[in-house]
């Protein structure tokens, strides 16, 4: 989406957003109802899907250029506004303001930004390889393959100062030159595209929506280290971006930049594509290896790493979906026009999926070092509630919590580290004040509990154990020694896991432990959940001079707990109501709270 | 992508063959054969282990041991309809037990289980991508997302009329 995009000046264009978040916003009612508007009308204006445009929470989102160069963005689209958007804007040239997105808002939105590995995304079709080639698609992997001697490759990507984007933040550059050096015909390139962290949607994004980049990022990475062969593992939970991903591999071979005597460079290279199961586990390299190799997921100890050992035993380069796309654009432009962004030690840009209470959620791009609360704040425009901004909650389940208080601090790998918590793959979740730290803390520890391999014994059964201190303070019968045999535990499961899962998963507990522990406190000593999220510590009550007795509640309660005759104020039976909270989302009067 | 939602068929050890032979040629073929199989069956059918076992030179409780470790993997056979409610960071801040509760309610089934009348299946996973969308739900396929109760029951009902008529398409 974007001011630096690819326009067509001369020439109408439509644009509609159809990445996942799109399509799942309604986006395909709105094409055909574009298609069929345009071929009615006899228009004959160029009507293009795009993939992720970045403003997610404004889903259906439709781009609007006119042959002056002007360009409007339209959102939340629904399929019946489209005949006023083909009459008045594209006929009569007048855009329909009310439903235009203001210059202010996208403004705000894009100003700190700075969109490398996103450069394509929302501007071309990715379906169609001519777009990626009219924007230097390709370009990088001629120039290697023409120009630079593999050495002097690996040697412009660690100029760039590009560390790992999954989330370790390893120096990329590095790792391509321990694979370069070490001994073995056979060599693999793979991407990690399983992209596990709940709340994270960067590496699905680009996959959607610009598929070629890595492919070419990856090819690049073959030719630097000698590898003749690549697997992208891609979570099952995603089929768009296994559908795009299939059809540019196949387009990508038809035109000769993948395969044998690429290009006419005596260069072979070829990708597949493996798919995961299922498995967050599989996420960690050594695991995702296995997986590959027709294995359960089960990591395994490093070193050997796999730059020297790793599938099937042979030198392996992984590196994220993220750290690939930024390859044919350091490439191109040269280490120095990235490594002026970002800070000393963490260099370039880095995308984060904008989620939770935030009230612009979508895709974004800010150099390295940009301000937590300029993302929070700025960029994502506050709470969408209106309630106080709390905490941000980084890197997942491998992640941590940092509070409000701390907002001013620079997102770089070693300024969050400090605060406890990781950069992590970039999934950045607002937290405001009707967001439960303990509860956010269970559920993170109940998805790595849940996803355990169970190969060693303090992951398996220490996150099992974390867990059910937690369950019981949340189910308000925690006890005084719990919050010491937490912290102790905790340290535990770090010091002794075999591999990153486990050595990450009491990463939240520790960081809500630390800055939020009088919500801990509250929750044992006064069996109070002040941001009323933890169901056992909260009651819903029906306030009978608002009720008027519709029945509403009462008949989606699933517990059968409400019960009162029509006309006169309904009650909650409280031994029966399970805390689901339906009922209050239910009634249109407010006649329902919760304590 | 073909819709998960299989009516059970008779176990075929022509369609298993196939599938095994296409996928014999590369190392650690066993997840991406499981995968067909499932995609064909709308599950794992138990039985099938043997003969993909024998097909592949991988003894059976290997096998065994990578349907029951992926969560992807089903032994049971699914409902005409499947349902996955996410429950990733996003969507649970902003309502996904909601949704998953009048979710269940409406189709008479747990997550985790099949509706008593075969048309659900619901699952529970950790996160389909749509963040920005949330509270989602993958529903044969497709994604729906800014759910609310009223909005998946509304979903559902279409769906069970839709199932109420024979051959409606």
């Not at chain 1, 403003?55 to 250029?65: D, N, P, R």
């Not at chain 1, 062969?229 to 089929?239: K, L, Q, S, T």
């Not at chain 1, 993948?258 to 967050?280: E, K």
Request: charged letters at 20%; glycine letters at 10%.
């Amino acid at each position: 989406m974007l001011l630096e995009g690819n326009k067509k000046v001369g020439n109408w264009v439509v644009k509609v957003g159809l990445a996942s978040c799109g399509i799942a916003a309604g986006g395909r009612k709105v094409w055909d109802a574009l298609q069929t508007g345009l071929h009615n009308r006899g228009l004959n204006i160029e009507l293009k899907q795009t993939g992720c445009m970045g403003m997610c929470y404004k889903e259906v989102l439709v781009e609007v250029s006119s042959p002056e160069g002007g360009q409007v963005f339209y959102g939340r689209v629904q399929p019946e506004q489209v005949e006023r958007i083909v009459t008045e804007h594209l006929i009569n040239g007048k855009p329909v303001t009310e439903w235009v997105i203001s210059a202010d808002e996208i403004n705000s939105f894009m100003a700190k930004q700075k969109r490398i590995v996103l450069r394509n995304c929302g501007v071309i079709d990715p379906e169609s390889l001519d777009d990626y080639l009219d924007a230097g698609g390709y370009k990088a992997l001629e120039k290697v393959l023409g120009d630079m001697p593999p050495q002097q490759v690996i040697d412009e990507v660690t100029k760039s100062g590009l560390r790992g984007r999954g989330g370790a933040g390893f120096p990329t550059g590095v790792k391509w030159n321990l694979a370069r050096k070490s001994p073995g015909s056979q060599k693999y390139v793979i991407c990690n595209a399983d992209e596990g962290d709940p709340g994270a949607f960067m590496d699905r994004s680009v996959l959607e929506s610009d598929p070629h980049s890595v492919i070419e990022g990856m090819v690049i990475a073959g030719y630097a280290i000698g590898a003749t062969e690549g697997f992208i593992y891609v979570r099952a939970e995603y089929p768009m971006a296994v559908k795009r991903l299939e059809l540019a591999l196949a387009q990508a071979k038809e035109k000769g930049f993948i395969g044998d005597n690429m290009l006419n460079y005596n260069f072979d290279f070829d990708i597949s594509i493996r798919q995961g199961a299922g498995a967050f586990v599989c996420g960690e390299e050594t695991a995702l290896m296995m997986s590959i190799e027709g294995k359960r997921g089960m990591p395994r100890v490093r070193p050997p790493f796999p730059a020297q050992s790793g599938l099937w035993g042979r030198p392996t380069n992984i590196n994220n979906v993220e750290t690939f796309a930024n390859v044919p654009w350091i490439i191109m432009n040269g280490a120095n026009a990235y490594n002026i962004y970002g800070t000393e030690k963490s260099k370039g840009t880095k995308v984060f999926a904008l989620a939770g209470k935030a009230a612009r959620t979508g895709l974004v791009e800010v150099p390295m070092g940009i301000p937590i609360k300029e993302i929070v704040l700025e960029i994502g425009g506050g709470t969408s509630t209106g309630l106080a901004f709390k905490a941000v909650q980084m890197g997942g389940p491998s992640g941590g919590v940092i509070p409000a208080s701390l907002a001013d601090t620079p997102v770089d790998y070693e300024s969050i580290t400090q605060t406890g918590a990781i950069m992590g793959s970039g999934g950045l979740i607002v937290m405001d004040e009707s967001s439960c730290m303990v509860d956010i803390a269970k559920f993170f520890l109940n998805f790595t509990q849940d996803e355990s391999c169970g190969k060693c014994t303090f992951c398996r059964l220490g996150t099992l154990r974390m867990m059910e201190i937690l369950e019981r303070i949340a189910g308000g019968k925690g006890k005084e020694e719990d919050l010491a045999l937490l912290e102790e535990l905790a340290r535990d499961v770090k010091r002794a896991s075999l591999c990153g899962l486990g050595q990450t998963a009491p990463n939240p507990v520790l960081t809500t432990l630390k800055y939020f522990r009088n919500e801990y406190e509250a929750h044992i000593y006064e069996k109070k959940c002040q941001a009323k999220k933890c169901q056992a510590l909260i009651t819903y009550e029906i306030i009978s001079d608002k009720c008027p007795g519709c029945g509403l509640c009462a008949k989606y309660c699933p517990a059968d707990a409400i019960s009162g005759k029509k006309k006169e104020p309904y009650s909650i039976n409280t031994e029966k109501c399970i805390r689901c909270g339906l009922c209050m989302s239910t009634c249109r009067l407010g006649a329902i709270t919760v304590h | 992508m073909a819709v998960e939602t299989k009516v059970n068929s008779e176990l075929s050890f022509a369609t298993i063959d196939a599938i095994t032979h296409k996928h014999n040629v590369q190392p650690g073929a066993v997840i991406p054969v499981l995968q067909e199989i499932q995609e064909a069956y709308g599950h794992v059918p138990p039985a099938a282990i043997e003969r993909i076992a024998e097909n592949m030179g991988v003894p059976a409780s290997e096998i065994f041991g990578i349907v029951t470790f992926y969560a992807q993997f089903r032994l049971q056979p699914v409902g005409k309809n499947l349902v996955k409610v996410c429950h990733g960071t996003a969507c649970h801040l902003n309502g996904a037990e909601r949704v998953s509760k009048a979710l269940t309610q409406a189709v008479g089934a747990e997550e985790g289980e099949t509706s008593q009348n075969g048309k659900f299946t619901v699952e529970r996973v950790a996160c389909l991508g749509c963040c920005s969308l949330a509270p989602c739900v993958m529903l044969n396929g497709e994604a729906y997302g800014r759910l609310t109760p009223e909005a998946i029951n509304k979903v559902v009902s279409q769906i069970q009329e839709k199932e109420k008529v024979p051959e409606a398409k």
